[in-house]
């Protein structure tokens, strides 16, 4: 595997489910992140890691839950949903959070 | 407030048909500027990053400059396979965080 990885690909879930977003860096890189993209907008910054560490949290509910075990993982624990949150889910990695952020191919979650 | 705005929002142009993409931005102090191109379906994928005014760069059709105000996406004798969706992205000197525009849909035509 190469460059950014992210599990699964596509979901589907009801709003009472609990599910996971996998993402996986091959970059060496230290900072990791999630963004939100729905349609016709910009992508929404949402969670910040450097070096495992949160950095920020742009104000996102807590119904998304961000977990960073080390420097190449990167989760994001959905629970009771809304269907407003369906969107394609962007995980990125760079070096440090000032440089070049190389993103994964998303996951597209829909939420029924 | 930093804020970025591209125009125009959707882009049809035929093949071989030269243009340009816009991204207006405001910002405290720059550290760089970004272009991402991103096909249906999956995440951007990195272009170029452009730190200071005059600065240009090149990958094959495609040249960004920038000014203090805005930067261009020029499109040299385009091809079909160069549609896409081009993000641009802001990145402040006191602020890690990149602010995105909305992006400038383009398609291509043979």
């Known amino acids: 595997e190469t460059g950014v990885t992210q599990t699964p690909r596509h979901l589907v879930m009801g709003m009472t489910n609990k599910k996971s977003l996998k993402c996986e860096q091959h970059l ?4 990791m992140y999630w963004y939100k993209q729905s349609a016709k907008k910009p992508l929404e910054l949402m969670f910040v890691y450097n070096f495992k560490e949160q950095t920020e949290n742009n104000s996102v509910p807590s119904r998304f839950s961000p977990e960073c075990p080390n420097s190449s993982h990167l ?11 369906s969107a394609l889910y962007l995980c990125a ?7 070049t952020q190389y993103f994964g191919p998303g ?3 829909t939420v029924l | 407030e930093d804020q970025v705005t591209q125009s125009p929002e959707a882009l049809r142009l035929q093949e071989g048909e030269s243009s340009s993409l816009n991204c207006s931005y405001t910002v405290s102090g720059l550290r760089g500027l970004f272009w991402y191109r991103q096909d249906p379906g999956k995440g951007p994928e990195f272009l170029f990053t452009l730190y200071s005014a005059g600065e240009e760069k090149e990958k094959e059709r495609l040249k960004a400059t920038l000014t203090k105000k805005e930067s261009f996406l020029h499109i040299t004798a385009p091809k079909p396979e160069d549609s896409a969706t081009y993000l641009c992205a802001v990145q402040a000197i006191l602020r890690g ?14």
Do not use: C, W, Y
């Open chain 2, 97 to 110: 965080k990149l602010i995105f525009g909305q992006g400038t849909e383009l398609s291509v035509k043979p």
């Open chain 1, 28 to 31: 060496g890189h230290n900072a």
């Open chain 1, 93 to 99: 990695s760079s070096q440090d959070p000032t440089d």
């Open chain 1, 107 to 109: 996951t597209r979650l």
């Open chain 1, 75 to 85: 989760f994001l624990h959905l629970h009771t949903l809304q269907p407003e949150d």
